[in-house]
């Protein structure tokens, strides 16, 4: 059974055969490799022969002698097919020392078409932005979306409230969403969880204390939605906000910054921290998608958000709590998010009235009897908008 990510792979075809280095990263397991394969497999089918494409996974035991630059132009080299462009796939690149000069060095010297997956947004930082500042594009690969889901399982209208609640439980990656039985798919979660925060983060960034960033992160997982200060755990503020980065980079945690409207200034105290998936928050903590389901909702709202290419803050105006701020290019959208707007109160729609500017200002509610118009603002079915085509 194979779950189909258009959306994906229509961006790397927009940037195929051009001059960009096509960066894929995103969080373990969320479908990185089967994305590069698909396209390796639609490349066969243009006619493209397998001498000039190479392909490495390194955390494939058969290139595990691969752990340096060096190495890997030497391969590269040996393999290349002279004469004809070559098509270059690497597949979790960062367990390989300086592997950006290799890159580097085939985009000057070859004439290939590169593609680069990684599970660490630390790709992204430092002498990779020297050596090929405004030459590559990036792609974030995050679990299937509710929108995927639902068309994966061939949802009908007036399914959406029983196929959010599984999606929920269940959560977006691929093997638990195919998984053939409830205890296989706890331990393909549980499995996820514990290789992210070992191999990804203890090992890699050689952090000695394993279960510190295990409770950190179990404690992020319970508090989705609510402001964490590094004040307010008994080891070294130093030291938590250092996991606290550790756990962005494995892109298991995404960060949301208060911002402030009015002052137009992002607050440096009390963010919030949402997860990658809703699946790993209640296999870890062994609760029900019912727990909590007004911060879950939260979370899957604002990991949409990003999906659709938003950069997200939550707001704060003369003190009032605007859920998020949404913004890509010149476009900014406001949203509060909601189980249902409380009977005999306007305060969803009053956070955002008091907003002095023309952006849209939208109300998701997961109560479908709410839609309509509130005091000038939008409500929509919360639903209804995950499974609207990305704007």
Do not use: C
Request: net charge negative; no cysteine; proline share 2%.
């Amino acid at each position: 059974m194979i779950i189909e990510r258009p959306h994906y792979l229509k961006f790397l075809n927009k940037f195929k055969d051009t001059e960009f280095i096509k960066v894929i990263t995103g969080v373990r397991r969320s479908g990185k490799t089967f994305l590069m394969n698909m396209f390796i497999d639609q490349l066969r089918e243009e006619g493209i022969p397998d001498n000039r494409i190479i392909h490495l996974n390194f955390e494939n035991l058969k290139y595990t002698k691969i752990n340096d630059y060096m190495q890997l132009g030497q391969y590269v080299h040996d393999y290349i097919t002279e004469g004809q462009r070559n098509y270059l796939f690497f597949d979790e690149i960062q367990n390989v020392k300086d592997w950006e000069k290799a890159i580097n060095s085939f985009r000057v010297d070859m004439d290939v078409d590169i593609y680069v997956t990684g599970s660490n947004s630390y790709l992204l930082s430092g002498e990779l932005s020297t050596l090929l500042a405004g030459r590559y594009v990036e792609l974030t690969v995050y679990p299937i979306s509710f929108a995927e889901y639902f068309i994966f399982k061939k949802g009908q209208p007036f399914q959406e409230n029983e196929f959010f609640n599984e999606y929920l439980q269940l959560g977006g990656f691929p093997n638990s969403i195919l998984a053939l039985d409830a205890d296989f798919r706890n331990t393909v979660l549980q499995d996820i969880f514990n290789t992210i925060m070992y191999r990804d983060i203890a090992l890699r960034a050689q952090v000695k204390n394993y279960r510190v960033i295990t409770a950190i992160a179990e404690y992020l997982l319970s508090e989705i939605g609510n402001p964490i200060s590094a004040n307010g755990f008994k080891i070294q503020t130093k030291s938590v906000i250092t996991y606290l980065d550790l756990l962005e980079q494995s892109f298991i945690f995404y960060r949301a910054r208060r911002y402030d409207i009015r002052g137009k200034k992002w607050l440096q105290t009390l963010s919030k921290y949402y997860v990658v998936d809703t699946g790993l928050r209640n296999i870890q903590l062994n609760r029900s998608s019912r727990d909590s389901l007004g911060h879950q909702l939260e979370n899957i709202v604002y990991i949409e958000l990003l999906r659709r290419g938003y950069k997200v803050d939550i707001g704060n105006y003369d003190n009032k709590e605007i859920d998020f701020i949404a913004r890509k290019g010149e476009q900014v959208k406001y949203y509060q998010v909601t189980l249902q707007l409380p009977e005999n109160s306007t305060q969803e729609t009053d956070n955002l009235i008091m907003i002095p500017d023309a952006f849209e200002k939208i109300v998701l509610s997961l109560d479908q009897n709410d839609v309509g118009i509130v005091n000038g603002v939008q409500v929509k079915y919360v639903l209804d908008w995950l499974l609207e085509e990305n704007d």
